[in-house]
């Protein structure tokens, strides 16, 4: 099902909150409110640790959402958008240096604490923007991937 109209969502960017009108503290059936019934449906359940993970494909959308939940309740939700805005600018469309540069300018005009940790998997490369709960990858100097979420506060 596509998007509820243009009015209901964009692909704009604000930590502490979510994508657009996605909010990080949505519930699934708030995400379905919004977006409608996903294309796919994935779930992990992990019963020792009393844990699901439930994973939302919206592909006319180019988003998944990750809801993990423990004993019933929803812990974290992960959205990993194929595009993404910050200050109207698509974080994919910049080269590594420039996205570095760019996040770095964000913390500081927004008066954020530049934290971040790096580290390399196989090919690519991964960063975590700890206090803005952004996760960005690079495959040849290119953002491959980013993953958003509610910052550690």
């Keep these: 099902m596509p998007i509820q109209g243009k009015d209901n969502f964009n ?4 930590h502490n909150k979510g994508l657009g009108k996605l909010y990080f503290d949505f519930s699934e059936k708030e995400i379905f409110k919004l977006l409608g019934k996903p294309s796919k449906i994935e779930v992990d359940i992990d019963i020792p640790r009393i844990e699901e993970t439930k994973r939302f494909f919206y592909y006319n959308e180019g988003i998944m959402i990750s809801i993990s939940m423990y004993d019933g309740n929803p812990e974290l939700i992960k959205i990993f958008p194929q595009k993404i805005l910050l200050n109207g600018v698509n974080l ?21 604490e530049f934290f971040f940790e790096e580290s390399n998997l196989y090919e690519e490369i991964q ?17 491959s991937d980013i993953c958003i979420e509610m910052p550690d506060l």
Excluded: A, C, P
């Excluded at 692909?11 to 604000?14: L, T």
């Excluded at 960063?127 to 953002?143: A, C, H, P, S």
């Design 127 to 143: 960063i975590f923007y700890f206090n803005i709960g952004l996760t960005v990858w690079f495959l040849d100097e290119k953002v």
């Design 11 to 14: 692909y704009n960017f604000i």
């Design 92 to 112: 994919f469309d910049l080269r590594k240096k420039k996205f570095l540069t760019f996040i770095k300018d964000f913390h500081i005009s927004n008066k954020i």
